[in-house]
């Protein structure tokens, strides 16, 4: 038997999944996937994140509001948030952080409302689960100084420099790769994961998106996992147990899981 694996990022609320849900979650400790941490990108989809980890002995969560969607967040909301933070199978906070590809809202609301989730973070003890897309230096510079070494965490679906890895790494956090590490011409994201530490990497699928090669546009679930396994161990040059047993591990570590 393979080491189970860990899906550290998984959209499991998304529609995409409304006509076999039950089935595929249901099935995956059958076929390796261990645990599923479904994570938070609105109030909504915090909301179907506690009713999964409820249902699911093997679903775990995060409640966040994504940057894209932070116009939807007032003191009301952010009330019901921190209350949501409390359940007991929410692991971390998230997904938040700035988004300047689609860069919408207006960035002082994305910041104001990062910041906001990263105190809430802090004063729950929990985790935080970055999304950050174009925004790699005001990211960086929220984190430093709202002192995010403290808090700990994961930057999810990582597409920066190498050079940037190391500003996050040295700030304590995770790097989450997931399909895009397989694509043929995704070569940053290649050389991050050859530099990053293998007790620094956890596996994540980010769907129903980012399905590995060979699926490639096709939609994405925790099942397509061992492709992501293989092409780290590949760029590694070490064995895919290696990439299974230490991905397991740090995912554990991150989210404070026994
Ligand atoms: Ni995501």
Redesign the pocket.
Known sequence: MEYPIIDT?A?YDDEQFDKDREKLLTILPEVGIELVVN?G?SIESSKTTIALTKKYPHVYGAVGV?PSNTEELNEENFQWLSQAARQEKIVAVG?IGLDYYYDEPDRQIQKKWFERQIELAENMGLPIII?SREAARDTYEIMKANHCENIGGVV??FSYSVEMAKLFLDMGFYLGLGGVVTFKNAKTVKEVASYVPLDRIVLET?CP?LSPVPYRGKRNSSMNLPYVIETIAQIKEITEEEVRRATNENARKLYRLT
């Open positions: 990022h959209h994570v990108a994504h997904e999304h999810h679906c980010d998106y």
